[in-house]
């Protein structure tokens, strides 16, 4: 039966529900008392008694948009149609895609309303999960981060902490316990339309992220945790051509040194959650992939939590992907591969077809009840069969949690380029601010804003500040946007602004967006921007760049004559202040690229690449000539490193190495400085990367103040995967180490 047979027989059969009621603030009676214990025995008895049309209801997650009138403001639930896919569907979950943010108070309405429903019905609470992917930015009120590449571009797991301790916050202020974050995919493929949503282009990087973001999200200190999401399983980010939900090749060893760590990160700092990518990997749709699903990321990652698809994937695999003739053998597979939740979202067959299946013998009810273990479990474990209290906590968008998003803001902001000493601009300069993003908090903060792609985001009504109107704050500005993305608007008149000023400062930026409609073909930057810049430069003024982008977008003359470029990536609702900030010198920066910058369209290369991929046409070693590399960042203090030691010039394998070396900031101001240590395997069996980053620490040093920096490295880690096997393998010989423009030899023996 579709949705739409489905709502004819809502019409049909309207009972009458007094909304108007439910709308009224109540008391949420307890549901089951004896429920709300976490033991094993408690979550057997809860299981035993269901029925298989409850257990097979656990695993169906429906789109809440399906029970909500639609375009109603305030929101208003179509509490016939909640009722009957309550009564019909015994759902386990519902999943956030409602167009807009909705206030305090209709999450509050929202949220009691499904739990009177639920409790009808008869049926244990539901799972409401949203892609709060940098904060809670579908409640109105709430601050919102920098996107994931942001954060990791602070190098600062600290914050990175805090910020998703206070989405948690912020989510369960708005009734949600379960979050579809973080994205552990690594970001190594820019045309892709989710590379923001990733740490970056490391490994490392993503792992130490990844623990970050799991570990605040699921906080229970707090005592508002959430259930954490990492995504998309496997190797979703690397599409070969570059578009959402396409084809991924790579191989089985770089799968497992690559792309399979930063998941086996987030589970071992307890992730509940993990959603399956949309993509093929070589060939065959992740949903399907029990090997995968099943014997790697359950037996061997020792994965327990809750296996759920991305959106209406299982349908895809015959209607997208073609690898079974139809729905039922669809989810047959899909359901046998090791899916535990289907985002189903809009349609009601998975549901009987399902049911249909397991009482027709082909699918056991032992495999269903071991799915449904795992989603009760994480009902349990999120204190899901309490009495929910925190819908009366209102702790949204506090002075506390804006201080931290400033802060995550201006430790992610990195300063590209800075010739003689543009910036810090002097606060007497005249300054000329112009460029789309100038004044316009949109390109700050990108998609997942207040709507799903946040171009259409509505954020008038909140106190949000734009660069213009914190550098107004700050020095002589005139403003005047020139120019939209991709459209020319008073250029002109701008020019004649720009020509009576000391600096332009010009803010460049993408149009927001997301998944399928952030696909892109080219990585250049949009013509109506770079012929401004040209034009601007042509006064003679030095201009100073800030980019709002959500990868990074080609710039050709921008870099070349540009005289300081600063990358902000979508800075979140602090992120004008910071942005300013950065300009003015309040703020020292401190941010350094979680990628590599790349130069040309197809010169597109990782910074762990191998020797070959430097060779040039000539035969020489110019062959890798991005824009800028990965892990540089500009500061306003001078960072000297010297007395790099290594405790040993001869380790074992399982040994491990320590490095000391002297960091002093000579510079005449405090700041931060990020200590990378790289390692290069300079012989091995397979072709070996020309550096890998091996730890990292951030370190604050005040003016003419020096440290001595410690890092302990296991010798094992330094191994490679090789084809065939399962982990890593660390082979003996030489290797060099280096950190800032400081290096050291060691030999590793068996
Ligand atoms: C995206 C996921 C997201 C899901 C739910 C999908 O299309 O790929 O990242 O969590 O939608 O909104």
Not at 94 to 118: C, D, H, P, S
Not at 441 to 455: E, V
């Amino acid at each position: 039966m579709d949705i739409f047979c489905v709502k004819k027989m809502i019409e049909r059969n309207r009972e009458k529900v007094l909304i108007v009621i439910l709308s009224i603030a109540f008391s949420v009676p307890l549901i089951a008392q004896e429920m709300s214990l976490s033991s094993d025995n408690k979550l057997d008895s809860i299981l035993s008694a269901m029925s298989i049309e409850d257990k097979v209801g656990q695993m169906t997650q429906l789109n809440v948009k399906l029970v909500l009138k639609p375009e109603k403001n305030p929101i208003q639930v179509d509490s016939q149609a909640l009722d009957f896919i309550l009564k019909n569907q015994r759902i386990g979950s519902f999943m956030n895609t409602i167009g807009r943010a909705l206030t305090l108070m209709e999450w509050n309405y929202l949220q009691k309303t499904i739990r009177y429903f639920v409790e009808k019905n008869d049926l244990i609470p539901l799972l409401y999960g949203i892609d709060a992917v940098h904060g809670a930015n579908y409640t109105m009120g709430s601050v919102i981060f920098p996107h994931q590449l942001g954060q990791a571009a602070s190098w600062n797991e600290d914050l990175v902490f805090k910020a998703s301790e206070i989405t948690a916050l912020e989510c369960r202020a708005s009734g949600i316990p379960w979050v579809f974050a973080p994205i552990v995919d690594l970001g190594r493929q820019p045309l892709w339309g989710q590379f923001f949503e990733t740490y970056g282009e490391d490994v490392f990087l993503a792992e130490r992220m990844a623990v970050a973001s799991v570990s605040g999200l699921q906080n229970k200190d707090q005592g508002l945790n959430v259930g954490g999401c990492a995504k998309h399983y496997v190797g979703y980010g690397l599409p070969q051509n570059g578009k959402d939900r396409t084809t991924v090749h790579i191989s089985d060893n770089i799968l497992r040194e690559l792309h399979i760590p930063p998941f086996k990160a987030a589970i071992d700092a307890g992730v509940m959650s993990v959603m399956i990518g949309s993509h093929d990997l070589n060939g065959l749709p992740m949903n399907v992939n029990r090997y995968l699903l099943t014997n790697v990321l359950r037996d061997e990652l020792g994965f327990e939590g809750v296996l759920v698809t991305d959106w209406a994937d299982i349908k895809n695999l015959h209607i997208t992907h073609r690898v079974t003739s139809d729905y039922r053998r669809s989810i047959l597979a899909a359901i046998s591969a090791g899916v535990d939740m289907a985002m189903v979202p809009e349609d009601f067959i998975f549901y009987e077809t399902l049911l249909d299946l397991v009482l027709a013998g082909e699918i056991s009810e032992e495999r269903i009840n071991q799915s449904t273990r795992r989603i009760v479990d994480m009902k349990v474990k999120l204190g899901l069969f309490d009495e929910q209290d925190y819908l009366l906590n209102k702790k949204i968008g506090e002075e506390s949690h804006q201080r931290v998003a400033y802060d995550l803001a201006s430790e992610s902001i990195t300063v590209l380029k800075n010739v003689n000493h543009t910036l810090p601009l002097n606060k007497k300069l005249k300054v000329f601010v112009t460029g789309p993003a100038a004044n316009d908090i949109r390109f700050q903060i990108g998609a997942w804003g207040r709507t799903w792609q946040g171009m259409d985001t509505i954020v008038t009504s909140e106190s949000i500040m734009s660069i213009y109107a914190r550098m107004k704050e700050l020095g002589e500005i005139a403003l005047l946007p020139g120019i939209a993305v991709d459209k020319i608007l008073d250029v002109d008149s701008a020019l004649n602004m720009a020509s009576k000023a000391e600096v332009i400062v010009l803010c460049l930026s993408e149009n927001p967006s997301t998944e399928k409609p952030a696909d892109i073909n080219s990585l250049t930057i949009s013509n109506t921007q770079l012929e401004y810049f040209n034009r601007l430069h042509n006064l003679e003024i030095p201009i100073v760049v800030v980019l709002s982008q959500n990868r990074p977008r080609l710039l050709g003359d921008i870099a070349e004559n540009a005289s300081a470029v600063i990358l902000a990536y979508q800075s979140g609702s602090m992120g004008g202040k910071a942005i300013a900030d950065v300009i003015y010198g309040e703020v020292n920066p401190s941010g350094k690229l979680p990628f590599t910058y790349p130069r040309y369209e197809h010169g597109i290369s990782t910074y762990d690449h191998a020797y070959a991929d430097e060779v040039d046409p000539m035969y020489g070693t110019n062959g890798f000539n991005p824009e800028w590399e990965f892990g540089h960042g500009l500061s306003y203090s001078e960072f000297t490193y010297s007395n790099l030691s290594l405790g040993r010039d001869s380790v074992f394998k399982d040994d491990t190495l320590i490095v000391l070396v002297e960091l002093e900031n000579k510079g005449s101001r405090t700041g931060k400085e990020v200590v990378q240590v790289y390692i290069s395997d300079e012989v091995a069996s397979l072709v070996p990367s020309v550096k890998r980053l091996r730890d990292f620490k951030k370190i604050e040093l005040d003016k003419n103040q020096s440290k001595l920096v410690t890092f302990h490295i296991d010798v094992h880690d330094l191994g490679f995967v090789h084809p065939g096997e399962a982990s890593k393998y660390v082979e003996s010989g030489w290797f060099t180490l280096s950190v800032g423009d400081l290096s050291a030899r060691f030999f590793v023996r068996h």
